[in-house]
């Protein structure tokens, strides 16, 4: 989507608003001994209070409102009876739609005490994130995107999970173009002022690669390593770009 009036910012702000809200209320609920259901289920009610649709079950009748990963699951995790243990990392991703306008964000969050080793990957993700953001500019090739965030994770010592990228959103979840975390040499189309998109990048201490779970739906880390993940939706603007989540 291209944002080309105020009211499409309006829109974006308020859903990214609410995403943001929900992401933070859910976020203080994570502790060991909750079921990840249960915090789908304050997605849900929240989602209602705010007279929102969860974009998973809108888009693709996911079998959630949220989607819920847990350990080695880098993306797209149904929540269900799972419990939360103490030392897990949880990543819960909240996208939604209101009044035809559509915002995603997701954060990988430490479940009790971690290691540190958890702890430095999830702090080298949401850097790599911030770079990614700080390198969206109007003008800019989209490569430059990857190419930041790449640096970061390599200087942190993760590696990128291959194939799990960022996305256009606005008017539907998913929508072009796609936003690598890895420099492309083919990627060379210009950012455009007022094109929304998400940064997302996903890290993990072990292979750069995923594989899809039996169910259909979670994305696992080809060798079981924990993943990180933290996103944001945006509006590319010629200056620092408006982050609406």
């Known amino acids: 989507m291209i944002a080309t009036s105020e009211q499409d910012v309006q829109g974006l702000t308020e859903i990214g608003r609410i995403v943001r809200l929900i992401l933070n209320d859910v976020e203080a609920l994570v502790r060991p001994g909750i079921t990840t259901l249960e915090l789908d289920e304050r997605v849900r009610v929240l989602l209602k209070e705010h007279d929102a649709q969860s974009a998973p079950k809108l888009a693709y009748d996911f079998p959630g409102y949220s989607c819920i990963s847990v350990g080695h699951e880098a993306a797209h995790g149904i929540p269900g009876s799972r419990i939360l243990l103490e030392g897990q990392l949880v990543n819960i991703d909240v996208s939604a739609e209101k009044n035809g306008y559509w ?16 702890i430095s990957l999830c702090a080298v993700t949401k850097k790599a994130l911030e770079a990614g953001i700080k390198a969206a500019r109007a003008g800019y090739p989209i490569n430059s995107i990857g190419r930041a965030v790449e640096a970061v994770a390599k200087k942190g010592g ?42 997302g990048p996903f890290l993990t201490n072990g292979k750069g690669r995923y594989r899809e779970a039996d169910d259909g739906w979670t994305l696992l880390t080809w060798d079981g390593s924990p993943a990180a993940q933290f996103e944001h939706t945006l509006i590319i603007t010629k200056n620092a770009p408006i982050i609406v989540t």
């Open 103 to 118: 915002a995603d964000s997701g954060r990988s969050i430490p479940v009790g005490k971690v290691t540190d080793q958890l």
């Open 158 to 199: 993760f590696q990128i999970i291959d194939g799990l990228v960022g996305h256009g959103v606005g008017r539907h979840i998913h929508e072009p173009p796609e936003v690598h975390n890895r420099y492309l040499p083919s990627g060379r189309e210009i950012l455009e002022e007022g094109l929304v998109l998400t940064i």
